[in-house]
Protein backbone atom coordinates (compact mmCIF):
# COMPACT_ATOMS: atom_id res chain seq x y z
CA UNK A 1 0.00 0.00 0.00
CA UNK A 2 1.42 3.12 -1.24
CA UNK A 3 1.49 5.96 1.95
CA UNK A 4 3.11 9.42 1.76
CA UNK A 5 2.81 11.15 4.81
CA UNK A 6 3.53 14.80 5.56
CA UNK A 7 5.20 16.55 8.03
CA UNK A 8 6.99 20.19 9.25
CA UNK A 9 3.58 22.50 8.79
CA UNK A 10 2.81 25.48 11.04
CA UNK A 11 2.58 29.06 11.55
CA UNK A 12 4.91 31.29 10.48
CA UNK A 13 5.72 34.97 10.57
CA UNK A 14 6.02 36.99 7.06
CA UNK A 15 9.83 36.60 5.68
CA UNK A 16 10.14 33.51 8.29
CA UNK A 17 11.09 30.01 6.91
CA UNK A 18 9.72 26.20 6.93
CA UNK A 19 10.85 22.79 6.59
CA UNK A 20 8.67 20.22 5.25
CA UNK A 21 9.13 16.29 4.51
CA UNK A 22 7.50 13.88 3.25
CA UNK A 23 7.72 10.15 4.52
CA UNK A 24 7.42 7.44 1.28
CA UNK A 25 6.61 3.88 1.83
CA UNK A 26 4.61 0.70 0.16
CA UNK A 27 6.83 1.46 -2.99
CA UNK A 28 10.14 1.84 -4.66
CA UNK A 29 10.67 5.58 -3.47
CA UNK A 30 13.61 5.87 -5.87
CA UNK A 31 12.16 4.52 -8.76
CA UNK A 32 9.14 7.63 -8.92
CA UNK A 33 9.83 10.90 -9.67
CA UNK A 34 7.97 13.07 -6.65
CA UNK A 35 5.84 16.41 -6.15
CA UNK A 36 4.41 19.07 -4.14
CA UNK A 37 1.56 20.30 -4.66
CA UNK A 38 -0.61 23.02 -2.69
CA UNK A 39 -4.01 23.82 -1.74
CA UNK A 40 -5.07 27.43 -0.33
CA UNK A 41 -8.43 28.08 0.98
CA UNK A 42 -11.12 27.90 -1.50
CA UNK A 43 -8.96 27.27 -4.56
CA UNK A 44 -7.92 23.80 -6.11
CA UNK A 45 -4.47 22.17 -6.30
CA UNK A 46 -1.60 24.07 -7.70
CA UNK A 47 1.86 22.56 -8.47
CA UNK A 48 4.20 23.78 -6.81
CA UNK A 49 7.44 21.36 -7.39
CA UNK A 50 9.11 18.08 -8.81
CA UNK A 51 11.84 16.20 -8.07
CA UNK A 52 13.38 13.25 -10.75
CA UNK A 53 13.89 9.56 -9.10
CA UNK A 54 17.60 10.35 -9.01
CA UNK A 55 17.21 13.57 -7.41
CA UNK A 56 19.08 15.50 -10.19
CA UNK A 57 16.68 17.45 -11.98
CA UNK A 58 14.20 19.82 -10.29
CA UNK A 59 11.16 21.99 -11.24
CA UNK A 60 9.66 24.81 -9.78
CA UNK A 61 6.73 26.88 -10.40
CA UNK A 62 7.85 29.99 -11.58
CA UNK A 63 6.63 32.03 -8.76
CA UNK A 64 8.31 30.14 -6.36
CA UNK A 65 11.58 29.34 -7.66
CA UNK A 66 14.80 31.21 -5.66
CA UNK A 67 12.12 30.74 -2.42
CA UNK A 68 11.74 27.26 -2.53
CA UNK A 69 13.99 23.60 -2.29
CA UNK A 70 12.59 20.48 -3.41
CA UNK A 71 15.45 17.51 -2.52
CA UNK A 72 15.28 14.05 -1.28
CA UNK A 73 17.28 11.24 0.05
CA UNK A 74 16.16 8.08 -1.52
CA UNK A 75 18.18 6.32 1.59
CA UNK A 76 15.64 7.59 3.49
CA UNK A 77 12.70 7.51 1.31
CA UNK A 78 11.57 11.05 2.18
CA UNK A 79 11.21 14.12 0.36
CA UNK A 80 11.85 17.63 1.66
CA UNK A 81 10.40 21.02 1.14
CA UNK A 82 12.75 24.31 2.01
CA UNK A 83 10.94 26.70 2.09
CA UNK A 84 11.93 30.44 2.86
CA UNK A 85 10.82 34.23 2.45
CA UNK A 86 7.15 33.07 2.91
CA UNK A 87 4.40 35.16 2.07
CA UNK A 88 0.81 35.09 3.30
CA UNK A 89 -0.15 33.71 0.12
CA UNK A 90 2.21 30.66 0.45
CA UNK A 91 -0.59 29.79 3.26
CA UNK A 92 -1.89 26.44 2.13
CA UNK A 93 -2.23 22.75 2.88
CA UNK A 94 1.17 20.88 1.38
CA UNK A 95 1.02 18.05 -0.10
CA UNK A 96 3.08 14.60 -1.06
CA UNK A 97 2.58 13.45 -4.57
CA UNK A 98 3.33 10.72 -6.31
CA UNK A 99 2.00 10.79 -10.21
CA UNK A 100 0.97 15.02 -11.10
CA UNK A 101 -1.21 15.28 -14.00
CA UNK A 102 -1.97 18.34 -13.68
CA UNK A 103 -5.26 19.70 -13.64
CA UNK A 104 -5.51 18.84 -10.23
CA UNK A 105 -5.47 15.06 -11.27
CA UNK A 106 -2.94 12.73 -9.64
CA UNK A 107 -1.93 9.12 -8.58
CA UNK A 108 -1.68 9.37 -4.67
CA UNK A 109 -1.22 12.33 -2.12
CA UNK A 110 -0.38 12.44 1.71
CA UNK A 111 -2.90 13.99 4.35
CA UNK A 112 -1.40 17.28 3.43
CA UNK A 113 0.04 19.90 6.34
CA UNK A 114 -1.10 22.97 6.93
CA UNK A 115 1.39 26.23 6.55
CA UNK A 116 0.18 29.45 7.92
CA UNK A 117 1.92 32.46 7.01
CA UNK A 118 0.68 35.42 8.80
CA UNK A 119 2.20 38.13 11.57
Known amino acids: EVQLVESGGGLVQPGGSLSLSCAASGFTFSGYSMNWVRQAPGKGLEWVSTITSSGTTTYYADSLKGRFTISRDNAKNTMYLQMSSLKPEDTAVYYC????????????RGQGTQVTVSS
Open 97 to 108: VREWYGGGRFGY
